[in-house]
C-alpha cells in the first residue's frame, strides 16, 4: 500500500496517462481536484508498472460490472482511493483489494451516522470521540465496499465489523470473508484497506518526493 | 448457436440458463431445473426479440451454479427483492430500479435470488440489436470481446419503463403494438443511462454515498425542505459539491429534484384529497403557488387532475387506462 500527498507526484510527465484519463483530468474545474486526479492515476501507473515490469503508460484497464477498474489481461489487483490532498494505492498480488483515505477534518456529518454503522459494529479499540469512530467504521466499510466492487448497491449498515487484532478486521459479505486493516495517518487521516484473502505482511510505503 | 460447452465443472455439471429461464425463448414455463422455485413469462414480439419476467415463488430462495448458453444481448432491471451473482471473479449485485447489460455466452455464472424476487429482461440478438440502435451500438461495449457485464445507473425513468414492459408482459393479449413500444421504451432508457454513466464517474463513491443520503433526507418530508446549508452539513459535503453532486447524479438541482418528487406526491395525494388539503399536505399556504407549480410541472391545474383520476377510477379498467395515461 502506498500513500503520498499529491503534491509530491506532481513532477510526473503528462504522458504517463491515458488519453482518457488525462481528458478526465482535464475536466475538474478546481485546481486541486484536478492535482489530485493526475497524482492518483500516475502512482497507479508508474507503481503497477514497476511491477509488472512494463512502462506505466502501456498498461490498460477496463472496468469490471460497476465500474471497479482492473487491469486488462494480468492477475494484479489494485485500489486507489483520494481524500484532501491524500493519494493511497493499494496492490495485491493474490486477490481483490479495496482501499480507502477520509482527511476526517471536517465536522461529523451527523446525517451520515445512521447509515455507517451496524448496530452490533465492534472496534478493536474505542476511539477518542464519535468522530473517529464514525471515520473508523466508514474507511473500513468503504475499503470493503471498494473490494467487492459493486458500489452503493452495499449500504455500510449490512456490515459488521469484527476485530481480529489490535488494527484488523473481518467483515463478511454473503459468502466471502474479507479481511481489512485500519490506520490513522499523521494529520489525523483515516485509512483503510480490504482484501479478500488473509495477508502476512502489510506494507505501507510513504511517497515522500517522486518515484 | 448455442454454446454447447458441457464439460463437468468441480465435478458438477452447471444448469444450462435456457433450461432454467427458457432464455431460448422456446419454453413458456422454466424446465424441471426451475425446481419451482420462480415463476417466468416470455413473450416474443419480433424474432431476435424476447422479453421475460421472472417472480420467485415468496417461499424458496435460489442459489444455482449456470451455464450461460445465451447468445442474446440482455438488457435487465430488478424491480424488487434481491439478487446476487459472480462471473470471472466480478461480484454483480444489482440494485432495485438499477439497470444491467450483460453479454456473456459460455460463461460459468454463480446466482442466488431471493424468494420475493423480481426481475425484468429484454433479450435482443446482436443482429436484432444492431438493427434497433445503429451506431450506438458500441457504446454499450466491445461486443467482439465476446463478454459485457455493466450497470446502468437507476433512474426512475428506467423503473417507469420497466415497470410498463412488465405489464404488457404480465397482461398477455395487450396490443403487440404497445408492447414493442414499452420495449422500445426500455431500451431508451438503457441507452440514456450510459449517457449519464460517464458523468457519474466524476462523482467518486464516497461522493455518490453522501450524495444518496441527502437525497434521501431531501425527500424524507415533502413538506418542509432543509436549506441547502443544512443538508450540506448533515451529509458532510460542501454546499458546491452537493449542488454539483445533485445534477451530475440526479440530473436536476436539490429544489427541482424536491420539487418533482413534490408534485409527483400530489398527484397521487389527488385521487384522495381535495385540491386544498393537498395543497396544505404538502406545505403549501399560498393555493395559487401550488396550482402553478403543478402546471408548470404536468402542463394541467391540479383542479383538472382531480377531475381525470376520478373520472378514471370510476371507469373500468380498460377504459380508464385511456384516460388516466392523458393526462
Redesign the interface.
Known amino acids: 500500500m502506498a500513500t503520498a500527498r499529491s503534491a509530491d507526484l506532481a513532477g510526473f510527465a503528462p504522458t504517463l496517462l491515458s488519453a482518457d484519463e488525462f481528458d478526465r483530468s482535464r475536466q475538474f474545474r478546481v485546481a486541486a481536484d484536478r492535482d489530485r486526479f493526475f497524482a492518483a492515476h500516475a502512482l497507479k501507473r508508474r507503481l503497477l508498472g514497476v511491477l509488472l515490469g512494463v512502462p506505466g503508460a502501456q498498461l490498460r484497464f477496463e472496468r469490471q460490472w460497476a465500474g471497479k477498474p482492473q487491469l486488462v489481461g494480468r492477475e494484479l489487483h489494485f485500489n486507489l482511493s483520494h481524500s484532501g490532498d491524500w493519494v493511497v494505492l493499494a496492490i495485491s498480488r493474490s486477490a481483490p483489494v479495496g482501499v480507502d483515505i477520509e482527511q476526517g477534518d471536517s465536522a461529523l456529518p451527523e446525517g451520515m451516522l445512521s447509515l455507517a454503522l451496524h448496530p452490533d459494529d465492534r472496534l478493536a479499540r474505542e476511539p477518542d470521540s464519535l468522530v473517529d469512530r464514525f471515520y473508523t467504521a466508514w474507511t473500513l466499510k468503504e475499503a470493503v465496499s471498494k473490494g467487492v466492487g459493486i458500489g452503493l448497491a452495499l449500504p455500510f449498515t449490512q456490515l459488521r465489523l469484527e476485530p481480529s487484532a489490535p488494527t484488523q478486521y473481518r467483515c463478511r459479505h454473503g459468502d466471502e470473508l474479507w479481511h481489512a486493516e485500519h490506520r490513522k495517518l499523521e494529520g489525523g487521516a483515516h485509512l483503510a484497506v480490504a482484501c479478500l484473502s488473509p495477508w502476512t505482511r502489510l506494507r505501507l510505503l510513504r511517497i515522500e518526493r517522486g518515484i | 448457436m448455442q454454446c454447447t460447452a458441457t464439460q463437468p465443472i468441480d465435478g458438477v455439471t452447471p444448469l444450462r440458463t435456457s433450461k432454467l429461464f427458457g432464455g431460448e425463448h422456446s419454453a413458456a414455463q422454466p424446465g424441471p431445473g426451475g425446481r419451482g422455485a420462480f415463476k417466468a413469462a416470455l413473450v416474443e414480439p419480433r424474432p431476435g426479440m424476447v422479453v421475460g419476467l421472472y417472480n420467485g415463488n415468496g417461499r424458496d430462495e435460489l442459489r444455482v451454479n449456470l451455464l450461460n448458453d445465451s447468445r442474446y444481448v440482455h438488457f435487465s432491471c430488478l424491480l424488487g427483492g434481491t439478487s446476487?451473482g459472480r462471473v470471472r471473479?466480478?461480484?454483480?449485485?444489482?440494485?432495485v430500479g438499477?439497470g444491467?447489460i450483460g453479454y456473456a455466452p459460455g460463461e460459468r455464472f454463480s446466482v442466488?435470488y431471493s424468494p420475493d424476487y423480481r426481475h425484468l429482461e429484454l433479450m435482443l440478438t446482436p443482429e436484432m440489436l444492431g438493427e434497433l440502435v445503429g451506431d450506438e451500438f458500441e457504446r454499450i461495449g466491445d461486443i467482439q470481446s465476446g463478454f459485457i457485464?455493466?450497470?446502468t445507473p437507476p433512474g426512475s425513468r428506467t423503473i417507469d419503463a420497466a415497470t410498463r414492459l412488465a405489464q404488457r408482459v404480465e397482461h398477455q393479449g395487450a396490443s403487440p403494438l404497445l408492447l414493442h413500444a414499452a420495449v422500445l421504451e426500455f431500451l431508451g432508457w438503457h441507452f440514456e443511462g450510459l449517457n449519464r454513466n460517464g458523468v457519474q464517474?466524476?462523482v467518486?463513491?464516497?461522493e455518490?454515498?453522501?450524495l444518496?443520503?441527502?437525497r434521501e433526507?431531501l425527500l424524507e418530508d415533502l413538506s418542509a425542505p432543509p436549506t441547502i446549508a443544512e443538508?450540506a452539513?448533515?451529509?458532510?459535503?460542501n454546499q458546491l459539491k452537493l449542488k454539483r453532486g445533485f445534477r451530475s447524479l440526479f440530473g436536476m438541482g436539490v429544489y427541482s429534484l424536491f420539487q418533482r418528487h413534490r408534485m409527483e406526491r400530489a398527484r397521487e395525494l389527488l385521487y384522495h384529497y381535495n385540491v386544498t388539503e393537498t395543497a396544505l399536505m404538502l406545505g403549501y399556504s399560498n393555493i395559487s403557488h401550488f396550482s402553478t407549480a403543478f402546471r408548470k410541472q404536468f402542463g394541467v391545474l391540479p383542479g383538472e387532475a382531480r377531475k381525470n383520476t376520478l373520472i378514471s377510477v370510476q371507469c373500468p379498467s380498460h377504459l380508464s387506462s385511456g384516460i388516466s395515461g392523458s393526462a
Not at chain 2, 89 to 95: F, L, M, T, V
Request: hydrophobic content about 50%; charged content about 30%.
Open positions: 446476487q471473479g466480478i461480484a454483480i449485485a444489482p440494485r438499477e444491467h442466488w457485464m455493466r450497470a464517474d466524476a467518486p463513491l464516497r455518490r454515498r453522501r444518496l443520503a441527502a433526507r443538508l452539513m448533515e451529509v458532510g459535503l
